[in-house]
């Protein structure tokens, strides 16, 4: 059974930055769409940034976009998301998600819906501190 493990999540300073990684366990055949969410103390989770795995489309929430960038090494079955001007507001736990059993590109149309991915990992918590 795959798992999904991320890590790099540390407390930093307003304005550092930060590479998380989310490595699969096993491969996951292509195409396929993996992402990027965060759940804050108290906030429901919401979606950061999505990546087709083998392909180039990128997808951003608002509220990252000209500061996080996601990508990936398709051999090494890895997803990264860099963080730079990281914001006091960005602190939150970040998860990687995908769905292993279905085949298809992310998409602008449900790219942000949890309800597209059936495997999560434990997440990496980023603190931000002003």
């Known amino acids: 059974q795959v798992r999904l493990v991320e890590s790099g999540g540390e407390s930093v300073q307003a304005g550092g930055s930060l590479r998380l990684s989310c490595v699969a366990s096993d491969y996951i055949g292509r195409p396929h769409c993996m992402a990027w969410f965060r759940q804050a103390p108290g906030k429901e989770r919401e979606p950061v940034a999505a990546m087709n795995m083998g392909g180039v489309s990128t997808y951003y929430v608002d509220s990252v976009k000209g500061r996080f960038s996601v990508s990936q090494d398709d051999a090494k079955n890895t997803l990264y998301l860099q963080m730079n001007s990281l914001k006091p507001e960005d602190t939150a736990m970040y998860y990687c998600?995908?769905?292993?059993?279905?085949?298809?590109?992310?998409?602008?149309?449900?790219?942000?819906?949890?309800?597209?991915?059936?495997?999560w990992g434990q997440g990496t918590q980023v603190s931000v501190s002003s």
């Open positions: 998600s995908t769905h292993p059993g279905r085949r298809r590109h992310c998409s602008g149309d449900y790219w942000w819906s949890s309800d597209e991915y059936t495997l």
